[in-house]
Every structure is written in structure tokens, then in C-alpha cells.
């Protein structure tokens, strides 16, 4: 798989579920040999990564929704991470 970029289009990988989880008080990516708890930052962007999306646009996104700027490269390493955990997939 290629590193991803801003054209990148990343969605949840098949096999596992982004839910939120009131016990938890987060969100949880379920797979069938368990569950990965996502810190608030990591929930949000995975949320977003819904095969509709590119990266760009998830970050712009994100920037308006917390008025930041420069999430660029954090996102873009989340991404690349989850993508070699099998958490996402792109083409």
C-alpha cells in the first residue's frame, strides 16, 4: 500500500467496526479478535475516513470542527499508521 497523500481516500478496513462506546466513553474499532480503544483524536479522524473522503478534506474538516490549523501531517501519520495496522484501507 502506498503512503498516503492528501488525494488519498482511506475508509475501515473490511473486518472491523468504528462504534462509539458509552462505557468506554470513546470510540472503539471492533474487529473479530477484539476491540482497539481510540483516543478522542484518533476517533475523530477515523470517523471521517469513510471511503467518500480524502485526506485533504478530512483534514480541512477537522481545522473548521476544532478551529486549528496545521493537522496536516499529524493526520496524515495517523492515517499511514492505521493503514499498516489494517485499521484502513485506500486504493
Not at 479478535?33 to 477515523?46: A, C, D, F, P, R
Not at 473522503?53 to 496524515?76: H, N, P, Y
Amino acid at each position: 500500500m502506498n503512503p498516503p497523500t492528501g488525494e488519498t481516500v482511506p475508509r475501515v478496513a473490511r473486518g472491523f467496526r468504528l462504534q462509539w462506546e458509552a462505557a468506554q466513553d470513546c470510540h472503539v474499532l471492533l474487529y473479530p479478535e477484539g476491540m482497539v480503544k481510540l483516543n478522542q483524536s484518533g476517533g475523530e479522524i477515523l470517523k471521517r475516513c469513510d471511503g467518500q473522503r480524502s485526506v485533504e478534506a478530512i483534514v480541512k474538516e477537522l481545522e473548521q470542527t476544532f478551529t486549528a490549523s496545521g493537522l496536516e501531517r499529524e493526520v496524515l501519520g495517523f492515517i499511514e499508521v492505521a493503514g499498516q495496522q489494517r485499521w484502513l484501507e485506500w486504493s
